[in-house]
């Protein structure tokens, strides 16, 4: 992939961290190959430990997965494929979750200027309980031809997802807080959850709160999303509003996301595709997974490398304009890349 001869920063020593890497399945591992690839010219203080899940694998993998990222704090994901139709077999995703109790999750939209999109300079945080609500993974065919699933919301979860909203929005400097809902129909449940962040709303009487259903919230996040600025919403709206918001933005090729708990955390791309259609074209869009790797470093407070990696993204995408696929653009994915590393190579803060 590397044609430059330009020598390799030396890492710092001593102050290297160990990460767990999950490259999954479909686009994953090249996605995973460019993160290693620019973090080498970038000289970012990062040792991966790789650990490979194969879809079809039902064995003790995910374990060893879940006991490394104990270990390492940290890790860079893909998205692992649940192949099985066994209604025994759960998405190992959601087990990761909720093993590490990563309780929240964090998509943050904000447009990328000169990539063709649907709407235009959004900034919008989009934060979703990350670990109960329809994920519950608790279905049964009660009798022949009927299916219960259970919704768990907890007033645990709720108020924990309520105080890191208002906490980020009041750390960032962000006016308004909307909790996005069904209450109406489902009274109990996502009425806790309302209830829950209308309480907390009140201890932070300088951040805007409302609300609004899930649907009319779709709706206006397509005719009108610069009303929104933090959101804060169950697990399957999160889903479905992240993927929404991706979308008006650029598709599933550039956001990250973040999976946060209180000792944990796990960056990935913000749609957590496979991508398996479009695996091993040298097509698949680079920067969601770069985003994440920075997002990662920014965790990690690498803030120097994050800044030099992605600036060069920036770059690239907004001023060079080296667009795949996705974007409309005809760039392969290792022209991105490149291009992101020539860009690392020129700037005067390189480290
Ligand atoms: P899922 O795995 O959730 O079913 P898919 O893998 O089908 O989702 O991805 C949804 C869409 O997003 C597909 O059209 C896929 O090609 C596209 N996509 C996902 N990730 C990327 C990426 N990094 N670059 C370009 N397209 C992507
Ligand atoms: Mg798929």
New binding site residues.
């Given amino acids: 992939l590397i044609k430059k001869t330009t020598p390799i920063p030396v890492a710092l020593y001593g102050g290297r961290h160990a990460v767990t890497m999950l490259p999954g399945g479909?686009?994953g591992p090249e996605?995973m190959s460019y993160v290693r690839e620019v973090f080498k010219y970038a000289g970012a203080p990062v040792d991966f430990e790789v650990i490979d899940i194969d879809p079809s694998d039902e064995s003790k993998q995910i374990e060893y997965a879940i006991t490394s990222i104990k270990r390492n704090g940290v890790a860079l994901k893909g998205?692992i494929?649940t192949k099985s139709e066994n209604t025994e077999v759960i998405s190992r995703n959601v087990a990761i979750r909720n093993e590490l109790d990563l309780y929240i999750n964090v998509v943050h939209c904000k447009s990328f200027p000169g990539v063709p999109a649907r709407q235009k300079d959004l900034d919008l945080m989009i934060i979703r309980q990350n670990t109960e609500g329809e994920y519950a993974m608790l279905e049964h065919e009660s009798v022949d031809g009927v299916v219960e699933s259970m919704k768990v919301v907890t007033e645990t979860n709720s108020e924990r997802v309520a105080r890191y909203a208002f906490d980020f929005a009041t750390r960032n400097g962000r006016k308004k807080v909307t909790t996005i809902h069904k209450a109406n129909i489902m009274k109990l449940s996502d009425g806790l959850f309302l209830d829950t962040s209308r309480r907390i709303a009140l201890e932070y009487p300088d951040i805007e709160h409302n609300d609004m259903i899930i649907d009319n919230c779709c709706m206006q996040l397509v005719s009108n999303p610069h009303q929104f600025d933090v959101m804060m919403m169950t697990n399957l709206y999160g889903s479905i509003v992240s993927n929404v918001a991706c979308g008006l933005i650029g598709?599933?090729?550039l956001l990250s996301g973040r999976n946060y708990g209180d000792h944990y955390a796990i960056f990935e791309?913000g749609?957590?595709?496979?991508?398996?259609?479009?695996a091993g074209k040298n097509?698949?869009?680079?920067?969601?997974?770069l985003s994440a790797s920075v997002d990662m470093l920014e965790h990690l407070g690498h803030l120097q490398h994050a800044n030099l990696i992605r600036g060069a993204m920036l770059k690239t995408i907004s001023d060079d304009r080296i667009h795949?696929?996705?974007l409309g653009g005809t760039a392969k994915s290792t022209d991105v890349v490149q291009r992101v590393i020539d860009h690392i190579l020129e700037s005067d803060i390189r480290p």
């Fill in positions: 479909g686009i996605l998205n494929e598709g599933a090729g791309p749609t957590r595709n496979t991508g398996t259609a479009i097509i698949a869009n680079p920067i969601a997974m795949t696929l996705d």
